[in-house]
């Protein structure tokens, strides 16, 4: 039995992409570059904001400095609009509730930087108890690192065999891998369903619901 259920944030708890595409284009104009469509933005997710602000730069202006001045931009601007029009997934809330009145232990293990992970999570689920919320944190490296997966399992004193990971990308099917703990894919999310079969996770699942059939 499972005791232990890692989250992914974005793309697998909240549908994100509206907030992240409206705040990365806001920093792109502030610079005076091209913006992008929000399915545009959507293949730009997964690794990070670092990596996300890189990859909307034209090619030739993908320098960490340019990096760091959509950063300053970005940052400021996400932290008041991040809620704008995000929202949890259908199921979510109801999956979560049900996982944690069965006693499994729950956590998040996001790319996103940690004080906009902790907000989210703490404004659109105060009524679950996640032993742990972890986002990107200085010096940390980012998925597929498993360390946030190993810091986790330690805050929560269970095994990997007792871990259940659930994401929607391939980044976190292969931090499930790095970390060697089972994975679900959850196909709602930011990439292809594809892109997750390609990393043969234990189980991909189209509604949240489902995922109760794999904590047992």
Same mark, same amino acid.
């Given at each position: 039995m499972k005791k232990l259920v890692i989250f992914d944030l974005d793309g697998t708890l909240l549908d994100t992409i509206a907030d992240l595409a409206e705040s990365a284009n806001y920093a792109l104009k502030q610079l005076d570059y091209p913006t992008h469509n929000v399915e545009t933005i959507r293949t730009f997710v997964g690794n990070g904001i670092n990596k996300l602000l890189e990859r909307a730069l034209p090619t030739h202006e993908q320098t960490e400095e340019n990096v760091m001045r959509m950063r300053s931009h970005? $940052?400021?601007?996400?932290? @008041?609009? *991040?809620? +704008?029009l995000s929202a949890p997934y259908p %199921? !979510? @809330?109801?999956?979560l509730e049900n996982l944690q009145a069965k006693g499994i232990q729950l956590a998040v293990a996001s790319n996103k930087y940690q004080a906009a992970t902790v907000k989210l999570v703490k404004q659109y689920f105060? #009524?679950?108890?996640?032993?742990?919320i972890l986002g990107q944190r200085e010096g940390i490296n980012v998925k597929p690192d498993p360390t946030i997966v190993f810091d986790i399992l330690k805050k929560a004193n269970v095994s990997r065999e007792e871990t259940l990971y659930? %994401? +929607?990308? %391939? $980044?976190?099917?292969? #931090?499930? !891998? *790095?970390? %060697?703990v089972d994975a679900v894919g959850v196909t709602w999310g930011f990439r292809p369903r594809a892109e997750l079969e390609n990393f043969q996770p234990m189980e991909l699942i189209d509604k949240a619901e489902e995922l109760l059939n794999y904590t047992n």
């Open positions: 970005f $940052v400021p601007y996400y932290d @008041v609009h *991040n809620a +704008d %199921g !979510i @809330v109801h999956l105060p #009524t679950i108890n996640f032993v742990e659930v %994401g +929607d990308s %391939g $980044v976190d099917m292969q #931090t499930a !891998i *790095n970390a %060697g």
